[in-house]
């Protein structure tokens, strides 16, 4: 179920007999255990886990709890909350959180304090309602008393407080149900992360605003981490440089790549234009011959032909006067003789003309 339910049973007005129950939204974080409403008026009755995975009736939702330290709250933590909350059909799932001081006695130092450590789990979509000061064994007046059906957690044995696995008497009881662990991520990898990368989250801290004084760094640590954001600083500023200039180069080279093939393209069609202009068979040549058999023509025209009766005259002569010729009515020669003699006349003729 997506919403977080309320198991206290309300009288509907129309009709006694029938148990309303109100739903909790997301809007809401989870409520502590001791501010919590959520106190189970109906019988608690000792489930399975065959009828718990069958299905319970609404108002009989199954009680399912887990705890842990949940330091440095992390995906690993919402996985496991997650398995723990779709265990069955019909689950409420209550956490449970240890408090500084037995979490400092029985594991170790811890990033957040207890406060920090509640309010995380309350914000996790998958939790119902988050019990603090949980103890660190679980004693049979605790599930009692928060009428616990089943105990989720990593089927790992777990050592601790002088006890090989802090969880056997809940396995021997039938109530306990296995969860996966999130395999590459857990409260002390993120914790070795920053312990191996100590110097590298100094100095960024130092370069947010953080005194030497608030991240126990001496003077002279102080001093080399500021060194360094200077450098790293150059360094940054100098390979910004780096890519802008490459990026500049970069352009101008696509823009000589551009105007190469533009150029390329015009002196291909620069050149096709002559070809076409003055090739062999280019239309100046045809034109050069036109006009070339024109000038020809003009300057050398076509001369009279020879049957023509006029002669041209010698530019060096001045014209002489022109005559109206008669025609002249002569009579067939009777005979040769008469002939040659007309032909000699005539001859003559011409010669006195000249």
Not at 320 to 344: E, G, R, V
Request: include cysteine.
């Amino acid at each position: 179920m997506v919403g977080h339910q309320e198991c206290s049973m309300e009288k509907n007005s129309r009709d006694n007999s029938t148990p309303k129950f109100s739903h909790k939204t997301l809007t809401a974080p989870a409520p502590f255990a001791e501010e919590s409403s959520c106190l189970c008026q109906a019988p608690h009755e000792k489930l399975t886990i065959a009828q718990a995975r069958l299905g319970t009736p609404v108002d009989r939702p199954v009680r399912v709890y887990a705890d842990g330290i949940f330091d440095l709250f992390h995906s690993g933590h919402a996985r496991a909350l997650m398995q723990a909350k779709t265990l069955f059909p019909n689950s409420y799932l209550l956490v449970g959180v240890c408090s500084d001081d037995l979490t400092h006695k029985f594991k170790g130092f811890t990033v957040m304090n207890e406060a920090e450590r509640y309010e995380a789990l309350r914000h996790c979509r998958y939790v119902d309602e988050v019990i603090r000061d949980a103890p660190w064994t679980l004693t049979p007046e605790f599930l009692e008393k928060h009428k616990i059906d089943f105990v989720a957690h990593d089927d790992i044995p777990y050592s601790s407080a002088g006890s090989d696995d802090v969880y056997k008497h809940i396995k021997e009881a039938g109530m306990f149900v296995p969860t996966q662990r999130t395999e590459g991520i857990s409260t002390s990898d993120i914790i070795t992360r920053i312990v191996r990368d100590y110097d590298v989250y100094a100095r960024r801290n130092l370069q947010r605003g953080y005194t030497a004084k608030e991240l126990n760094v001496s003077f002279i640590n102080e001093k080399k981490y500021r060194f360094q954001n200077q450098v790293d600083k150059m360094k940054e500023k100098v390979k910004n440089v780096e890519e802008r200039s490459k990026e500049f180069v970069n352009r101008v080279e696509e823009k000589s790549h551009d105007l190469i093939q533009k150029w390329e393209e015009k002196s291909r069609e620069f050149i096709g234009n002559f070809l076409e202009l003055f090739g062999p068979d280019g239309a100046w040549k045809q034109m050069f011959q036109e006009r070339s058999s024109r000038m020809l023509q003009a300057l050398s025209p076509k001369q009279s032909p020879v049957s023509s009766p006029t002669r041209s005259r010698s530019p060096s002569r001045s014209p002489s006067p022109t005559f109206s010729w008669l025609p002249i009515k002569t009579s067939p020669p009777s005979s040769p003789k008469a002939a040659s003699a007309s032909i000699s006349s005539m001859s003559e003729g011409d010669e006195d003309e000249k």
